[in-house]
């Protein structure tokens, strides 16, 4: 089992930043994969960031490139989403998973999520 706690939503402005965090425990080592989704209201959950354990390699959907850094502190077992340059659009519920076969795989475990907020 690995249990994750999301922390660091809330309201900003257009323009603004936000910094996600993901803490990860149990047995870590059996999910190489973590990733960053969001579920919109009335829209299905998307992918917005994934990262590697273990090479600290990473995929960003198109919609956040040059926006959202995704980033890992293996010794905390934490994995960050920084969001810079906030839109209204970015909305949402942002999740933490952990998945186990490449970055935009399958991901079995889930966080309770974080509600970041924009606004105009």
């Known amino acids: 089992q690995v249990q994750l706690v999301e922390s660091g939503g809330g309201l900003v402005q257009a323009g603004g930043s936000l910094r996600l965090s993901c803490a990860a425990s149990g047995r870590t080592s059996s999910r190489n994969y973590m990733g960053w989704f969001r579920q919109a209201p009335g829209k299905e959950r998307e992918f917005v960031a994934a990262?590697?354990?273990?090479?600290?390699?990473?995929d960003y959907t198109d919609a956040v490139k040059g926006r959202f850094v995704i980033s890992r502190d293996n010794a905390k077992n934490t994995v960050y989403l920084q969001m810079n340059s906030l839109k209204p659009e970015d909305t949402a519920v942002y999740y933490c998973?952990?998945?186990?076969?490449?970055?935009?795989?399958?991901?079995?475990?889930w966080g309770q999520g974080t509600q970041v907020t924009v606004s105009s």
């Open positions: 998973a952990a998945g186990i076969n490449r970055l935009r795989g399958v991901y079995d475990y």
């Open positions: 990262i590697s354990w273990s090479s600290g390699a990473a």
